[in-house]
């Protein structure tokens, strides 16, 4: 999944669960900053980070 797909994913599970971003940081035990980095594409993140973002999102679709 490349960059711009992540953040929609972000974008599409937090309108549909009316969450923020602190919301889904702490839902899924990562940093705000990290949810930050993956939504907007500036900053640094792991691609371990990005699938734990990404497994929480699917698993609680």
């Known amino acids: 999944m ?3 797909e ?3 994913a972000i974008i599409e599970f937090e ?3 009316n969450a923020t971003d ?3 940081a702490f ?3 990562l940093s705000v900053e990290k ?3 993956m939504k907007s594409g500036n900053g640094s993140y792991s691609p371990e980070e990005a699938a734990q973002l990404l497994d929480f999102i ?3 679709l």
């Open 27 to 29: 839902d899924s035990h």
């Open 6 to 8: 992540l953040a929609n």
């Open 2 to 4: 490349n960059q711009e």
């Open 35 to 37: 949810v930050h980095a």
């Open 22 to 24: 602190n919301t889904l």
């Open 58 to 60: 699917q698993t609680n």
């Open 15 to 17: 309108a549909k669960h």
